[in-house]
């Protein structure tokens, strides 16, 4: 090789280098984005995941075969409505005794 070529080929090499510290420079920045990019679809799919059992939970709930509320409105509809009605009775005149003895103890009446 002459000196011309040498002189040549320096220059060659310098602008190889520079182009390599370019995609260097280039690359890392590329990983550096996919690693947030990863980052980022690991909350996609636990966002995902936790939004799946929200709705599942809702359907447990709102299922209208075996939810939460059919079950609740099926044990409403069996409620035994006239031993409820008697109980009741039997606590409105038990409040009513009650009252009329505070009453007579204070000697109000």
């Given at each position: ?27 890392s ?22 939004i ?38 039997i ?19």
């Open positions: 090789m002459t000196r011309e070529e040498e002189g040549a080929v320096g220059p060659r090499i310098q602008n190889i280098e520079t182009t390599l510290t370019r995609h260097t420079q280039m690359l920045t590329i990983n550096e984005t996919l690693s947030k990019i990863a980052v980022q679809d690991q909350r996609i799919n636990q966002a995902e995941k936790d799946a059992g929200f709705k599942d939970s809702l359907d447990k709930i709102f299922d209208p075969e075996t939810g939460t509320i059919q079950r609740l409105s099926y044990f409403q509809a069996t409620c035994p409505r006239n031993q409820i009605k008697w109980l009741w009775s606590v409105l005149s038990t409040d009513l005794v009650l009252l009329s003895l505070a009453a007579k103890i204070v000697g109000l009446y």
